[in-house]
């Protein structure tokens, strides 16, 4: 990889942001270095990335990870990510995502910013990127950058914003039927398919992570049937909003600031 392309951020986007022009349709002066930048890696080509630097100077990589490329799965495409994350140098990772919702008491639009998870995906390659490493799971979200976006998610108007909440993963790309949803409910707060393995596989790198989700819809036999009309709506309406909290916390955040990440990668003892 150029050295013109090393970032110690990344936005690895979904979607919440899929229905805009990210970063520059937040009006936010984040300024596009580079894009369409594809590159090799172990677990075969990476998604198109691009390369910006946002007003408060930070250089970031972002791609988009919503959307299932023909012949590569959701697994590998997160192996192919992360590999092009590690070689680039990030440290710090935003994801961001569409949910549905396990807990009765959230509503579409509402944001969730989750600090716990619980992996139910069946078919991702549970090789790590770098290796080498015992991942503890104890606190799997960074609370500096969480943080950044709970402060940021609250100064925007729009829903509602919680700045906690499990979230179940699931394989997709389908949704889940009633009685899987029945299964989980008691789990988790929301129900979503990308924050396995990218978590995970962010700690393997040495990188910080957090999550911005948007609820998008009831998950099957919560409160009410969805409506597939207000799913469209949220993601064409709510995409600029997503993109100006994201910009916002990674500029606010203190890279400074401790927050415990590193002390849960130990040298593996096998
Ligand atoms: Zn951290």
Redesign the pocket.
């Known amino acids: 990889m150029a050295e013109s392309h090393a970032a110690t951020w990344a936005v690895i986007g979904g979607s919440g942001t899929h229905g805009c022009d990210f970063p520059e349709a937040a009006g936010s002066g984040a300024r596009i270095l580079d894009e369409g930048l594809v590159f090799e890696t172990p677990a075969g080509q990476s998604p198109p990335f691009s390369l910006f630097e946002t007003a408060g100077g930070k250089r970031v990589l972002h791609m988009q990870l919503h959307g299932w490329r023909a012949g590569v799965t959701r697994g590998q495409a997160s192996q192919q990510v992360f590999h092009v994350l590690a070689r680039a140098g990030v440290k ?1 990772i935003i994801s961001e995502a569409g949910v549905g919702s396990l807990n009765h008491l959230l509503d579409p639009r509402d944001i969730v910013i989750p600090d716990d998870f619980i992996d139910l995906t069946t078919h991702r390659d549970p090789a790590p990127v770098a290796g080498g490493r015992l991942l503890i799971m104890r606190d799997p979200v ?4 969480a943080g950044a976006l709970l402060e940021a998610a609250r100064g925007q108007a729009g829903g509602r914003v919680f700045g906690r909440g499990t979230c179940v993963v699931t394989e997709g790309p389908r949704f889940e039927s009633r009685a899987e949803i029945r299964m989980m409910q008691p789990h988790g707060d929301v129900i979503g398919q990308s924050m396995c393995p990218e978590v995970w596989l962010a700690r393997d790198i040495g990188a ?2 957090a999550a911005l989700y948007i609820v998008v819809n009831y998950a099957e036999g919560v409160v009410r049937d969805w409506e597939h009309e207000v799913l469209k709506e949220i993601f064409e309406e709510d995409a600029v909003r997503q993109s100006r909290i994201i910009l916002q916390a990674i500029d606010a955040v203190d890279e400074t600031a401790g ?4 002390e849960l990668s130990k040298d593996t003892l096998l």
């Open positions: 710090r960074c609370p500096v950058v910080h992570y927050c415990g990440c590193g």
